[in-house]
């Protein structure tokens, strides 16, 4: 299937510094992408849509400048966790559609994940 | 409301037993998609198996099959012969309309585990 790589895996930072997150599709391109974060033991809770060449889209509750997203290319979007707190702590993951097979079930698929840590 | 209700927070079976994931949903539209995720303690989400509202055979992926009733908007998760690989957390997703809508909503899981 599709392959879409996250980097970095792991992350510890201090609290007040930002944090870069990436997300790639490997060998497909995607015009949007979604970043979820994943709290300790639960669900997976969307948190913006991002879009190629335009500004992304954020859920009711997300702070757009404490979670900035960019998405350059197609096939790179970048979320930035910016003057993280010890709360930003979590797991963010991102995901994407490969349109040239996942046409009809639109299917997602995701990243490995990202674990930040703010001390 | 919720719109995807996954009851059972755990589960344990027994290695080659069938085990069944309970998902109900809530939707108001005729047009939706239901997904079973699994994620591995490692934390990727990966895909499992994928029914349409318009689908009227119940989806199977190997040993992975989804029991939908529309009339009781349920989409349980049925997994033959369990292997102690299937543990893990398995979400059940739902997304509405099938055009211009890309995003999932997602239950709050249910974690597996396999006895050998």
């Known amino acids: 299937g599709a392959v879409v790589s996250q980097h970095p895996s792991r992350v510890i930072c201090k609290s007040g510094t930002s944090v870069k997150i990436e997300c790639r599709s490997l060998?497909?391109?995607?015009?949007?992408m979604f970043w979820y974060r994943q709290f300790p033991k639960q669900s997976l809770m969307l948190m913006a849509t991002?879009?190629?060449?335009?500004?992304?889209?954020?859920e009711q509750g997300v702070e757009k400048d404490k979670f900035l997203i960019n998405h350059a290319s197609l096939t790179l979007s970048t979320l930035t966790v910016t003057s993280a707190h010890p709360e930003d702590s979590s797991f963010y993951i991102c995901?994407?559609?490969?349109?040239?097979?996942?046409?009809?079930?639109?299917?997602?698929?995701f990243g490995e994940g990202s674990r930040l840590t703010v001390l | 409301a919720q719109k995807i209700t996954q009851t059972q927070p755990g589960m344990f079976v027994q290695e080659k037993e069938a085990v069944t994931l309970d998902c109900t949903y809530d939707t108001s539209d005729q047009s939706y998609g239901l997904f079973w995720y699994k994620q591995p303690s490692s934390g990727e989400m990966i895909f499992l198996i994928y029914q349409g509202s318009y689908d009227e055979q119940n989806a199977t992926e190997g040993r992975y099959s989804l029991n939908f009733q529309k009339a009781r908007k349920s989409a349980n998760l049925v997994i033959s012969a369990s292997q102690l690989g299937d543990s893990a957390m398995y979400f059940c997703?739902?997304?509405?309309?099938?055009?211009?809508?890309?995003?999932?909503?997602f239950g709050t899981g249910t974690r597996l585990t396999i006895i050998p």
């Open positions: 991002s879009n190629e060449g335009s500004k992304a889209t954020y």
């Open positions: 060998d497909f391109q995607a015009t949007t």
């Open positions: 995901s994407a559609r490969d349109p040239r097979t996942s046409g009809y079930t639109g299917e997602l698929f």
């Open positions: 997703a739902m997304r509405e309309s099938f055009f211009g809508n890309e995003k999932l909503t």
